[in-house]
């Protein structure tokens, strides 16, 4: 069974806003931890999400940010600071294009609950409910 805490967290993400604790448990269990030490790039703008690197364990995940802070760069020049809480890598793993920005990890590093493109793709197929607030998050994103 996946941690309370963990599924804690996962229900105050606005990407998973309104499912059930069972499927927010489902989503925990079928995800790593992983920690990055201060300054260590988690995601390179540009990086291809297809050929060998989506079949290695790490080549396309998305993360959610357990501890600590990263930092979103595009082009060199840094559009926000994410928190716990908060994600990064969703729209790669949804797509599959390249890597939008640079995802860095700030001072005193990060830990991330690391869902792969795979374990995703099973998870919607046996749970479609977690694409309703994806698709919500998405239209918010284009309306803005």
């Known amino acids: 069974m996946a941690d309370d805490a963990l599924v804690t967290t996962l229900a105050g993400v606005d ?3 309104g ?39 790490s ?4 993360h959610v ?10 082009d060199g020049v840094t559009h926000n600071v994410l928190t716990p809480g908060q994600y990064f890598g969703e ?13 860095v990890a700030e001072q005193g590093g990060l830990r991330t609950l690391a869902i792969s493109k795979w374990t995703f793709e099973d998870l919607l197929e046996k749970h479609p409910e977690i694409a309703v607030p994806m698709l919500r998050v998405l239209a918010s994103r284009l309306r803005a």
């Not at 079928?30 to 050929?51: F, L, N």
């Not at 940010?65 to 595009?74: F, H, M, Q």
């Not at 729209?91 to 995802?103: E, F, H, K, N, Q």
């Open 15 to 17: 990407l998973f806003h």
């Open 19 to 57: 499912l059930s604790p069972k499927v927010l448990a489902r989503i925990a269990e079928a995800g790593h931890e992983a920690s990055y030490d201060a300054g260590t790039a988690v995601i390179v703008q540009g990086d291809s999400v297809t050929g060998f690197k989506a079949f290695s364990p």
């Open 59 to 62: 080549g396309v995940e998305m």
């Open 65 to 74: 940010i357990l501890e600590g802070t990263a930092r979103v760069d595009v």
């Open 91 to 103: 729209v790669a793993l949804i797509d599959g294009r390249p890597r939008t920005a640079d995802v």
